[in-house]
């Protein structure tokens, strides 16, 4: 992997990872594109959310020491045989919300791992889950009302939202946009919405980070390119950085439907070049 190859992959990988639009989409494009190989792509695109988590990391670092704090305090209250006491800690009930939304995500990519794989080999499913996810996006944008916050968090939004979360393992289908539209079907507040897509991007990305990690030929990769996978994630902190702060801008001032007409767009081309070849 070139130096300049790692940055554009890793450009690609910020922008994308946190605007609705699909970054195992856009990255399957760049490999087709560029003619890079599939597994090497796959892995160092995995190795580069290094640069995504600091990403969310710098923009919620607040939200983030709160939940730590509150996790030792849970733990005091527990052993004190105080219980949980969601309805009096908000920033308790958000990271126990978080939890139960990782459960269903963990299940769904454990379960059909090997399936979602496959659909990897060609762009014609990423051309479909794009037109799957410019549906989503125009579905939620109807919702403008929302009310729900931290303290008025469910479990079943939590599960809703992980179980929306655990379909975008499907290339195409936006990660982000899809914890997004989970959080506004089930009523959750527009911008706590964004804020809850984007805390639960931790486990799911630190999850696939150190599984790959522990695979043989993530080393090899990690050990041949540690120059421009170190470039490549900076490109991508930063550039997820512009895209967390443009997504919250969108929701709070625009519309969503904008990235559904061009993920219907994209995904259109794809499926028409793949069935011309």
Excluded at 166 to 185: D, F, H, N
Excluded at 223 to 243: F, H, Q, T, Y
Aim: aromatic share 10%; charged share 15%.
């Amino acid at each position: 992997m070139t130096y300049t190859n790692a940055i554009l992959v890793g450009l690609v990988q910020g922008l994308t990872e946190f605007l609705p639009v699909s970054s195992s989409g856009h990255l399957l494009i760049v490999q087709h594109l560029f003619g890079v190989n599939a597994d090497s792509v796959l892995i160092f695109t995995v190795l580069l959310h290094i640069g995504t988590l600091v990403s969310v990391f710098f923009c919620y670092w607040k939200d983030l020491l709160a939940l730590f704090k509150e996790l030792f305090l849970t733990i005091i209250d527990l052993v004190t045989g105080k219980g949980l006491r969601l309805n009096e800690r908000p920033v308790r009930r958000l990271g126990i919300m978080i939890i139960i939304a990782s459960i269903p995500t963990g299940i769904i990519g454990l379960a059909f791992n090997d399936l979602f794989e496959s659909f990897y080999t060609t762009l014609l499913p990423t051309g479909v889950g794009l037109l799957i996810t410019g549906v989503l996006l125009w579905t939620a944008e109807s919702k403008r009302n929302n009310k729900v916050k931290a303290e008025g968090m469910e479990w079943t939004h939590a599960l809703v939202i992980g179980t929306m979360q655990g379909v975008a393992i499907c290339p195409g289908i936006s990660r982000s946009g899809s914890t997004l539209v989970g959080g506004l079907l089930t009523g959750l507040e527009r911008d706590f919405a964004v804020e809850f897509a984007f805390l639960i991007s931790i486990p799911s990305i630190l999850g696939s980070l150190i599984v790959m990690l522990g695979s043989e030929d993530a080393s090899l990769i990690l050990d041949a390119n540690r120059g421009p996978i170190i470039a490549g994630a900076v490109v991508a902190a930063i550039s997820g950085i512009v895209a967390i702060k443009a997504m919250i801008a969108v929701v709070r001032k625009l519309s969503l439907r904008y990235f559904s007409y061009y993920v219907w767009v994209l995904g259109i081309i794809l499926i028409i070049y793949t069935l011309k070849g």
